[in-house]
């Protein structure tokens, strides 16, 4: 008997096997894939086929592709851990203890504050509902929003939208973005202001990124986003709201440990 037909597309089986040479590391990270031509010659299709397979790959993050280079496999960034204790490091150099400058992005990563940099863009808006719930004050209220693209190496790992109350930082260093990278983060910085941030809540969902968030973050559009809705809080009262802090899903692994 003969064996059974494969039913399966071919521009399915293309990607099924150059997926299975990038994760069994036989095409390396940054490699190049085989050209179209190339892989029209190999498995005897047309243009449109191997172009079908691409995509395919580039919508699940395994590759990039840029005009005039063809097709590179992406590079595979460490996995972060978000752990309950990353901002010790923030409240450490709060209170001044020798740490080296660092904040909670660096801890996970692992990486020095040579390696660490950021793009940023301050603004001042009125608060909606949302933001108002979770600052407990009225929507309209004027808050300084401030969008970062947190960077690892030059490579864009995280983005953070998060608001602060522009009556308590207007017209301090906080409100200047000339100032970050600041060690110590958030933290440290309303520590300046007098205000000691002793509790922060975090709400993690995952959903699919929007087509600014994945151009953004370099991954492809297959590729689920981790999303953190924080609230840092001092003596009860929230002080400052990040909606959303968005992460690659295939770069995060939560790590925690629960004390009972």
Known sequence: MAPPRDETPRYRQIADELRARITTGTLPAGAPLPTEVELMEQWGVARGTVREAISLLRAEGLITTARHRGSHV??????????????????????GQPAGK???????????????????DFTEVPADEQLGELLQVDAGTPLLRRHFVFRS????????????????????????????????????????????????????????????????????DSVPVLTITRTMLAGGRPVEAAVDIVLPGDRVELDYVIDL
Do not use: C
């Not at 460490?78 to 209170?95: F, I």
């Open 74 to 95: 992406r590079p595979r960034w460490p996995v972060r851990r978000l752990g309950v204790d990353r901002y010790k490091v923030e409240t450490a150099q709060r209170d």
């Open 102 to 120: 660092a904040t909670s992005f660096t801890k996970d990563l692992g990486i020095g504050w040579d390696a660490y940099t950021l793009d940023k």
């Open 153 to 220: 190496h030059g490579v864009p790992q995280q983005i953070s939208i998060s608001y602060l109350l522009l009556a308590m930082v207007s017209g301090t260093p906080v409100a200047d973005p000339a100032n970050e990278p600041w060690p110590g983060g958030n933290i440290a910085q309303l520590a300046t202001l007098g205000v000691t941030v002793d509790q922060v809540r975090e709400q993690v969902r995952t959903r699919m990124p929007t087509p600014d968030e994945a151009r953004t973050l370099g991954i492809g």
